[in-house]
C-alpha cells in the first residue's frame, strides 16, 4: 500500500503536469504544470485539516464527522496485521489509508485543469480547487466510498474512482469550460501542443501509475487486486488501439497525441470496474471507451463550439461514464463480490453530474463576481508564465 500510494502520486507529480503540459502552448507550460503542482500542496494540507474526515469518518449519509479534524485520533500500531478501528474495515494502518486516499484527492482537482488551461487567474484556481474539494470531492467520496455513504448503500460500485475522480472531475470541467468561455482566438489561430513528447512521458507515467490507482484499491496484495492490476492493463492497449483506429480511419493517419488520449480514456474506463470484471469484459470496455471518447474529443466538442483545451470532459467524463455504466453490466460476484446493475449504476452516474455541475458552477460563478476567474486578454497573449509568474521557457 505504501508503493501504491506513492504510484498514484506519480500519476499526478510529474505524470499528469507532464501530460497537460506539452499539450498547451509554450508560453504557457510552467503555468500548467505549476497548476498541478500547487494542487498538490494545497490538497495536502485540506485533507489533513479536514477533508479527510468529511470523506471517511461516520456522519451522516451525506457527508462524514469531525472525529478526525487535523487527523486527530488516527491511530498508530506498530502490527500492521491488526484490524484497525471501527470505522475502517482494514488491516493497514490508518495512516496509510488516509494517505492512499489523499493521492485521489489530490489527482481529481487536477485533472479539472485541463478544461481551463491557459486563461484562469492562479489565485481564482486556488480558490476554486480549494473549496472544490471539501464542497464537492469530499461528499462524493463519502457518498460512494464510505460505509455509511448513501450512494454505497444503494449498492454503487465505483472500485477506484470512476465516479468519485472522473466523472467528478469531468462534469467540473464542463461547468468551468461553460463559465469561463473560449480562449482569445479559439478556432481562429494555431493552438497546436507546444511538445508532445512531454505529453507521451506524462502519459507513460500515468498508464504505470494508475497499477497504484486500481490494484491499491484492493487494499491488499492479493488475487483482486492482481485482477485489477491484469483488467487495467488489458482495457488500456485496447483504448489505446480502438482510439488510434478510429482516428485512422476517419482522419487517415494515427497520431501520437491520439495513442496516448486513448490510453488514459481506456484507464479512466476501467476504473470503476477494475476490482469487478474478469479480462475479457475490459477488452469490450476498452474498445468502448477508446471510440467514445474520441468522439467526444473531436466531433461532440467541434458540434457543441465549446473551449474544453485538452479534453478534460470528453475523457474523463465521457469515459467515466462508459466505464460506470458498463461496471453495472459486467460485474461479476466471483470477482468483486457483487453483481452489476445498470440502473443502480445509473443513480451514481446521475447523482454525480448534477451535483457535481450544479455546485462546480456555482463557485466558479462566485469567483467570478468576486476576484474575477480569467487573465486580462493581454496577459492571456503573453502567456500565462510570463504574466503570471514571471517566468519563462527559453
Sequence with gaps: MLTSTALVLL?????????????????????????????????????WLIGYSWAFTPGSPWLGGNSRLFMNGMVYMKDAGKVMVSHLALTIPESVYAMFQLTFAIIT???????????????AMLIFMGVWSLVVYAPIAHWVWEAGGWLNAKGVLDFAGGTVVHINAGIAALAAVIVMGKRVGYGKEPMAPHNLTLTVIGAALLWVGWFGFNAGSATAADGRAGMAMAVTQIATAAAALAW???????????SVLGLA?????????????????GPNASVVIGVAAGVICYLAATSLKHAFGYD?????????????????LLTGVFASKDIGGADGSVVTQLWGV???????????????????????LRVPEEEERIGLDLALHGERVE
Aim: aromatic share 10%; glycine share 12%; proline share 3%.
Design 11 to 47: 500519476m499526478t507529480i510529474p505524470g499528469l503536469a507532464l501530460f497537460y503540459g506539452g499539450m498547451v502552448r509554450k508560453k504557457n507550460v510552467l503555468a500548467t504544470l505549476m497548476q498541478s503542482f500547487a494542487i498538490t500542496c494545497l490538497v495536502t494540507i485540506l485533507w
Design 244 to 254: 488510434m483506429f478510429t482516428e485512422w480511419l476517419l482522419k487517415k493517419k494515427p
Design 350 to 372: 446521475g447523482t454525480t453530474l448534477i451535483y457535481g455541475f450544479v455546485m462546480s458552477y456555482a463557485i466558479l460563478k462566485l469567483i467570478d463576481l468576486t476576484i474575477g
Design 308 to 324: 474544453d483545451s485538452l479534453d478534460a470532459f470528453g475523457v474523463h467524463c465521457v469515459g467515466g461514464i462508459v466505464g460506470a
Design 261 to 277: 488520449s486513448g490510453a488514459v480514456a481506456g484507464l479512466v474506463a476501467i476504473t470503476p470496474a477494475s476490482g469487478f470484471v
Design 109 to 123: 482537482p487536477a485533472l479539472i485543469c485541463g478544461a481551463f488551461a491557459e486563461r484562469m487567474k492562479f489565485s
